[in-house]
């Protein structure tokens, strides 16, 4: 509770410190006529300046707070020196009191005048001081994103008045967020005790605390937490502004454009019917206990153990709405938000070759270096070296050079024994600190990146660093960046770089030596879930990697020389690799053979396979892959693939030697969803496709020998890119779901049909876009028959002409047609009666022999709101009686002869457009 009041006080300390600045009392101080009086006076004037600056952002600070550790170390100093001002100030006051008594027993007026300088004097220097201290935050806000916000009031404080929002959403970055799982567990644990006793269909549920607590991001953590999200067939994130009734908040959760509160209920209430949902209203102001219930009527018919989620910082809300669960919100503690000190110095992005830790600002007072213990100075892209005198910096607690093209760390590194953080340690050649000043930094956690290993000049030296003994350090990046090895002493370097076994992610780049220490691999590391090896050009084999129980995820990069995947990559273990989910291998030019071994399934629980730019690697895949989920295989010489019975997407690139995906590949796959297949120039046949399975999207690109089989196909989404060249009659007959078909670059297509014996409509086709199709004649006999259409695009397909026989002028949800390219002998567009009159959006380009636009075939298109004519060299002639009175945006572009008609008042076209509300003639 002392937290919330701490920070509640801040504002108002801040400004009772602003106006004692400016008070009574100060300016008679001010007034006196000596150089100290006037330096205190221009000092109390800058820091009243400085203070009314931070104080702008100090709302949108204290928000931030609750998910920036940084933000919220520099709200704590803003209030440590706040309240310095204000004893400052106490102090000054009691003097002057003291000043005031002696005067009235005649004290002689030499002492007074010394008195009164004394006075003035050490209010100079202390202003002087809190505004450095000031200045520095000032400095730091904008690094911080800090942003001057408006306040948001309650409705009953504003009426009807307009407010500034930052919106919400359901996404959150949870590596930011700190200290909040405990309530977070708390709250599912009443959650589920309320949803089991609800009687109520949905359970409503209050967090209640006050502005910048963090109810915001509980209920973001909330929202995505894996425990909960299985439970609902509805997600939804709804941000609640100030004065919402309840047609405002049941618009938005219908996501409806109607303005009827009853429609809106209903077709709320038809979209949620035996539906689990969970609902969350962010940021809720008031409601009223009739509107509450109106709301909830759209939610009657929601499956019992429906949830809807409030944040609000009125309690009363909570009352009103009979929450089930109401919790109320206290303050992060603040050991959470990490044990870092009062000042930091952040450096970020800024064209910055060198700092120096000044002796004017850092050592002028023997307490201000204990004050420095995060400095941030990630992608400083020119900065090359930091201060020799770092070392000074003893409490220093986190450092992050992220990305800045240091040479070396500076010397004694291994001074600052209470470091934490340290994203990166760079070896220097000659000078700077070794890697065996790394071992007396016994705090460090989280992250690690030791980079140019080459210039260790005595290998044992690595085991200086004494790695095996942090116990927090939890991820390691080992990086060479030479390009000559010396095989042998980078072999002793690694073996001496042996971590602790709470290692969770690894990851060895540009290594040299021939093999990896017996360290990697080895079953001890049971935390270890990522593994990275990429650039080990001389290594010739793997290291037992199968042995890690615990390894989700592997990359196997660039390693030149390896040209088999043997048998010890599997270790000895009867159940390798058993909860690995990632596997790729990637730029591994000499790999040729991938040995499999002798047990009835290697990898149980991989989703994902990679294999990409493999190009001697010929097949032998694992053949059992029961939870694969993505097959992604590129530039590669296979020939045969596994069986996946639970794959969805399938990608396949410059696969050359592939002729045929089998039947047995997919038997009895019922998940597939997604397939590319591009430049696999010797694929003639997909069987594998042939089975009755349901495919969100195909697409097939720079295949072409692959021919398509007349069968039924159940694919929503069809994309042939210069493919299938036998292809001659395409009969959408077999794509009865197909929504979205695009055909380009198909020469020898002559014809779309639908059978005869086809009598339902293309009920789902909703787009259809050809290009580049030059034999492509003829268009279904008696039209598309595809009431749902919504685009149509033709591009350079020179013999199919616009026919009113393909029945565009009847299809009621067509809004956007488009044409373009050589159509030899088109003069004038659109025919009478060949366009429908819901249209929206017409696009006329690179027509070579168009003359005129056609009054006839325009003047009923009562929705036209977007006319683009583009590259038409001949079109000189617009409708004397003008374009549709309906249009909104006009486009003409590259169009010789019309252009210079249409120009702003002195065209002869301009009285026909001018009424077009945005037109743009170039």
Not at 432 to 461: F, M, P, Y
Request: hydrophobic share 40%; glycine share 4%; net charge negative.
């Amino acid at each position: 509770m002392v937290g919330v009041l701490v920070s509640a006080l801040l504002p108002a300390a801040l400004q009772v410190l602003i106006d004692r600045l400016a008070s009574r009392q100060l300016l008679d101080l001010f007034s006196r006529r000596t150089i100290a009086a006037s330096a205190a006076a221009a000092a109390a004037e800058k820091l009243k300046l400085q203070l009314l600056s931070v104080n702008a952002v100090l709302a949108d600070a204290e928000e931030k707070q609750i998910v920036n550790p940084y933000v919220k170390i520099w709200v704590d100093e803003l209030r440590e020196t706040v309240y310095h001002g204000q004893d400052l100030l106490d102090q000054i006051a009691t003097e002057v009191l003291r000043l005031n008594l002696a005067s009235k027993s005649n004290t002689a007026m030499e002492w007074v005048r010394e008195f009164l300088d004394s006075i003035t004097s050490k209010l100079n220097s202390s202003l002087d001081e809190i505004n450095i201290r000031i200045q520095v935050l000032r400095d730091q806000k904008d690094c911080l994103g800090l942003r001057e916000r408006h306040e948001k009031q309650s409705q009953l404080e504003l009426g009807s008045a307009d407010l500034m929002y930052v919106p919400t959403t359901r996404m959150v970055d949870q590596s930011k967020v700190y200290g909040r799982d405990q309530e977070k567990d708390e709250i599912i644990r009443l959650m589920f005790a309320a949803m089991s006793e609800q009687v109520d269909p949905v359970c409503v549920v209050a967090i209640v605390g006050m502005a910048g607590i963090g109810k915001t991001t509980l209920s973001q953590l909330l929202f995505n937490d894996p425990r909960l999200v299985p439970m609902f067939d509805t997600l939804s994130w709804i941000q609640v502004s100030a004065g919402s009734d309840v047609l405002h908040l049941t618009k938005k959760v219908c996501e409806s454009m109607s303005d009827n509160l009853d429609t809106l209920q209903v077709e709320l209430n038809r979209k949620l019917r035996r539906q689990r949902l969970l609902l969350v209203l962010d940021d809720f102001w008031s409601v009223s206990f009739s509107d509450w219930e109106l709301f909830k009527m759209a939610f009657s018919h929601a499956i019992p153990g429906s949830v809807i989620l409030v944040t609000t910082r009125n309690g009363d809300v909570a009352t009103t709405i009979r929450a089930a669960v109401t919790y109320f919100l206290s303050p992060l503690p603040y050991e959470d938000c990490w044990d870092l000190s009062d000042f930091y110095i952040t450096l970020y992005n800024r064209k910055l070759e060198a700092f120096a830790v000044s002796e004017s600002f850092l050592y002028k007072d023997s307490r201000v270096t204990k004050l420095y213990r995060v400095l941030l100075l990630a992608h400083c892209d020119c900065l090359t070296s930091l201060p020799k005198d770092l070392e000074n910096l003893t409490d220093l607690h986190h450092l992050d050079v992220t990305g800045a093209p240091l040479v070396e760390m500076p010397p004694n590194f291994g001074r600052l024994k209470l470091l934490r953080h340290l994203t990166t340690f760079i070896v220097g050649k000659s000078t700077g600190s070794r890697i065996s000043e790394l071992g007396a930094l016994s705090q460090l956690h989280g992250l690690l990146s030791i980079v140019n290993l080459q210039n260790v000049i005595d290998a044992t030296e690595a085991s200086g660093a004494n790695l095996m003994m942090k116990t927090f350090i939890d991820e390691l990046v080992f990086e060479w960046t030479n390009d000559v090895h010396n095989l042998s002493k980078e072999a002793i370097v690694l073996y001496n770089l042996q971590p602790h076994k709470n290692l969770k992610r690894l990851e060895i780049e540009n290594y040299g030596g021939r093999t990896f220490p017996e360290w990697l691999g080895n079953p001890l590391f049971s935390n270890l879930v990522s593994v990275q090896l990429i650039g080990c050009i001389s290594c010739l084999t793997l290291p037992p990697l199968g042995q890690l129980n615990s390894l989700k995820t592997l990359l196997i990069a660039k390693m030149t020389w390896l040209e088999r995947v043997g048998l010890e990559f599997y270790g000895n273990t009867n159940s390798p690799f058993r909860v690995l989910e990632v596997l790729t291998f990637k730029d591994m030019h000499r790999w040729k053979e991938w040995l499999q071994i002798d047990i009835e399934e290697c990898f149980p629980s991989l989703e994902e396979l990679h294999i990409q730019n493999c190009p001697k690697l010929t097949g032998n895949l694992p053949q059992r892959l029961s939870s694969l989920n993505k097959l992604v295989i590129a530039k590669c010489s296979i020939n045969s693939l596994p069986r996946v019975p639970m794959l969805r997407e399938l990608e396949l690139f410059d696969c050359d030697e592939l002729m045929s995906l089998p039947t047995e590949m997919m038997q009895g796959n019922e998940h597939i969803s997604k397939v590319s297949i591009y430049n696999c120039s010797s694929l003639k046949y997909v069987p594998a496709l042939g089975l009755p399975i349901r495919l969100e999207s195909l697409y097939i690109g720079k295949c072409r020998n692959l021919k398509l089989y007349p069968e039924e196909h159940m694919i929503e989404h069809l994309h042939l890119e210069d493919s299938c060249d036998s292809l001659i009659i395409l009969s959408l007959s077999s794509f009865s779901w197909l929504r979205h078909l695009h055909i380009q670059g198909c020469p020898n297509l002559g014809s779309l049909s639908i059978s005869n014996e086809f009598t339902e409509e293309l009920y789902h086709l909703e787009k259809i876009q050809l290009k580049d199709c030059p034999n492509l004649v003829f268009f279904p006999y008696g039209g598309l028959r595809t009431p749902n259409l919504q685009v149509l695009s033709i591009s350079n397909c020179k013999k199919l002409a616009p026919q009113k026989e393909w029945g565009l002028h009847e299809m009621l949800s067509l809004s956007y047609f488009g044409i373009e390219g050589e159509l030899t002998g088109l003069e004038s567009f659109p025919d009478e009666g060949l366009l429908p009159a819901c249209l929206t959006d017409l696009h006329i380009m690179g027509l070579e022999d168009l003359t005129s636009l056609n009054h006839d075939g325009l003047q009923h298109l009562v929705a036209l709101k977007n006319l683009v004519i583009e590259g038409c060299s001949m079109l000189e002639f617009l409708p004397s009686q003008g374009l549709p009175g309906s249009l909104s945006n006009l486009i003409i572009a590259d169009c010789p002869l019309l252009v210079p008609l249409c120009q702003f008042e002195t065209g002869a076209y301009w009285p026909l457009i001018a009424h077009i509300p945005n037109k743009d003639i170039v």
